[in-house]
């Protein structure tokens, strides 16, 4: 059994003073109207120019956030590796609108993929399809809406951009992930990732793996269905399995425009989804790997059993358990400990450029049931100890 409990494991990089700021932040997201009247404050001061950056650097963006470049990520990358934990890197600037901002993105992309080439701690990449194309041509391919010449020349450049990724990802030999993302613009991604993986997961291993939300109904017979073509036309699966980020705006969404929710009725159903596609992966890794994109100690435990029932060694090269920086250390540390691949997802970015990646860190950690509780007690039972040392 992993002990997550162990504190002292869990914060060994974060000084004293480093804990308590982080304890001081949780706090605050415990409290959901001062959050969202914080949120909405913060936006109004930078749409007016007001020079809060500084404050923002030394509360959430250190909390959440690598470094403003690769260079600066690339010490925090180091000394997680110490500890037995790899990271990705992501320019987390999100909502590109311009053919340049979307170079700009393929250009981010390609520098992690070149910086992880030379750099073992790094064995993924991972790029938002959004980030290189406009939205709503996604949403036009997902609905199967045709698209007329100058929106099919756009298209094209975005395949084109995502192809690049795929095929230097490939030849570098580092494992590329695409983060799944709203459902109205996911069957767009889903053709796209199956295409990639078609062509660059020949052989044994896989190098491009596609984002699979739980939280969607469908999602276990899509991975069936994955399964099935992956079998039958050889070829392998890279899965990042998540429960899903945009639930609210699914919800919301659904509601609005009259159609049936996406989404499973309860976090329960949820929670029986998630596990039989972790079982179903695990059960299947002859075919595929998987990426555990989750801060549930529950569903990290069940693939840590499963594991020794089927007596496979921590390192297994295709089970990889990952958590974003400046949450859950207490999972990706005490895994790392006991000699489990472990991958942080590292954002990057200047502050301004990465505050809707902030806004929805925060959001995540204020939600009702979201994980502030559990981190505030670790923290404060770390703190405690360090008191008494
Ligand atoms: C490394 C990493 C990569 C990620 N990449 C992506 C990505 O590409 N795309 C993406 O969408 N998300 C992504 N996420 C976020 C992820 O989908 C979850 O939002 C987040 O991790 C919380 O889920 P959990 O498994 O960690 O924890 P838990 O606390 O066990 O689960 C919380 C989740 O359960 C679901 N849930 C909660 N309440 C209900 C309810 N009432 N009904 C139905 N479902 C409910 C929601 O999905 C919620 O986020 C990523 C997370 C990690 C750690």
């Known amino acids: 059994m992993v002990r997550f409990e162990d504190t002292k494991t869990a914060y060994i990089l974060k000084s004293d003073q480093e804990l308590r700021k982080a304890y001081l932040l949780f706090r605050l997201f415990s409290k959901q109207l001062l959050v969202r009247l914080g949120g909405k404050f913060v936006l109004f001061l930078l749409r007016l120019r007001i020079p809060i950056n500084g404050i923002l650097k030394n509360t959430v963006y250190r909390q959440f956030c690598a470094g403003a470049t690769e260079k600066e990520s690339i010490q925090l990358v180091d000394l997680l590796a110490d500890l037995n934990v790899k990271s990705y890197m992501h320019y987390a600037a999100e909502g590109q609108r311009t053919e340049k901002g979307m170079d700009a993105s393929l250009n981010h992309v390609l520098e992690t993929l070149s910086i992880a080439t030379t750099n073992t701690a790094l064995p993924f990449a991972v790029f938002k399809a959004t980030a290189f194309g406009p939205t709503?041509?996604?949403?036009?391919?997902?609905?199967?809406?045709?698209?007329?010449?100058?929106?099919?020349?756009?298209?094209?450049?975005?395949?084109?951009?995502?192809?690049?990724?795929?095929?230097?990802?490939?030849?570098k030999g580092v494992r590329l992930l695409i983060d799944a993302e709203e459902s109205w613009l996911q069957k767009a991604i889903d053709e796209i990732a199956l295409d990639m993986m078609r062509q660059y997961n020949r052989g044994e291993q896989a190098f491009i793996f596609n984002t699979v939300q739980m939280y969607r109904k469908d999602r276990l017979s899509y991975l069936e269905s994955l399964l099935h073509i992956a079998q039958k036309e050889k070829f392998h699966l890279g899965i990042k399995l998540v429960r899903g980020a945009y639930m609210?705006?699914?919800?919301?969404?659904?509601?609005?425009?009259?159609?049936?929710?996406?989404?499973?009725?309860?976090?329960?159903?949820?929670?029986?989804?998630?596990?039989?596609?972790?079982?179903?992966?695990?059960?299947?890794?002859?075919?595929?790997?998987?990426?555990?994109?989750?801060?549930s100690e529950d569903s990290t435990s069940r693939v840590v059993e499963w594991m020794k029932d089927q007596k496979l060694p921590q390192n297994h090269s295709k089970i990889w358990f990952s958590q974003l920086y400046g949450m859950a250390d207490h999972i990706s540390f005490n895994l790392a400990a006991q000699g489990y691949q472990v991958i942080k997802y590292l954002p990057y970015g200047p502050v301004k450029e990465v505050i809707p990646y902030l806004i929805r860190r925060v959001e995540e950690n204020t939600s009702v049931g979201g994980q502030s509780p559990r981190e505030l007690g670790l923290i404060k039972k770390e703190l405690k100890r360090r008191r008494k040392g």
């Not at 997902?142 to 395949?159: F, G, M, Y």
Request: aromatic share 8%; hydrophobic share 40%; charged share 30%.
């Open 136 to 171: 709503h041509l996604f949403k036009k391919k997902s609905a199967e809406i045709q698209l007329d010449k100058e929106e099919s020349a756009a298209w094209a450049r975005v395949l084109d951009r995502i192809r690049r990724c795929c095929e230097f990802a490939k030849d």
């Open 248 to 295: 609210e705006k699914e919800n919301l969404r659904a509601m609005e425009k009259g159609y049936p929710s996406p989404i499973c009725v309860s976090k329960q159903a949820t929670d029986t989804n998630f596990n039989a596609a972790l079982k179903l992966i695990l059960e299947n890794l002859n075919l595929c790997e998987l990426f555990l994109g989750s801060h």
